[in-house]
């Protein structure tokens, strides 16, 4: 299996959780797998984004700009912004509720994700739109987000990786004191991505 998968959002999301989880996942399942985070000005807001190349075809860490296979948008913004990376029938999985920048609280630009979902649905075919608030709201927290996108992927099929596999990983590497309600995310995730599953 070949796959390039792009996670993006912003810092404080837990995407770089989310993208050691799929990496880890599909080293156990015997695959060879580079991967990068570029970081930057993270600190609750800024960029994020996440590189996993799973596959012997890749030779680098980084996603050349049109071959990723999969992007997992935190963000709405975030996701346009990566879109230059995105195959022709790649899918995007982005959660529709916007982080919205310290500069809209200081100029009100009015950034509430709208128009930004439209052009994304415009110029990607395969989008899978999920609302995080309303998605967790019976957890209580939409921090729960970075394990219910992979919930998400696992149900829609679009990582190659097994289920039983990605949910070992996320077993081994999240505090048990969180691991209950991180598995009902990524059960909730799950129920979605079933409805867009290929």
Do not use: W
Request: with cysteine.
């Amino acid at each position: 299996m070949n796959k390039n998968v792009l996670l993006c959002g912003v810092g404080g999301q837990g995407t770089v959780l989310a993208s050691k989880i799929i990496a880890a996942a599909a080293m156990e399942e015997g695959s060879t797998v580079h991967s990068a985070e570029t970081i930057g000005m993270a600190q609750r807001g800024g960029s994020v984004t996440s590189h996993v190349r799973i596959g012997d075809n890749c030779y680098s860490p980084l996603i050349p700009e049109g071959k990723a296979d999969v992007i997992l948008a935190f963000e709405p913004s975030e996701a346009v912004r990566n879109l230059k990376y995105l195959n022709k029938n790649g899918t995007v999985v982005v959660n529709s509720v916007p982080v919205k920048p310290v500069t809209e609280s200081l100029h009100e630009t009015g950034y509430d994700g709208t128009e930004v979902l439209a052009y994304l649905k415009k110029k990607v075919k395969n989008v899978i739109e999920v609302d995080a608030g309303t998605m967790l709201s019976t957890l209580g927290s939409s921090k729960y987000f970075n394990i219910a996108i992979l919930g998400v992927s696992i149900g829609a099929d679009i990582l190659g990786i097994k289920e039983e596999t990605v949910v070992n990983e996320i077993k081994s590497r999240v505090p048990e004191r969180f691991l209950e309600v991180d598995m009902k995310a990524f059960n909730l995730g799950k129920e979605i991505g079933v409805t867009y599953e290929t």
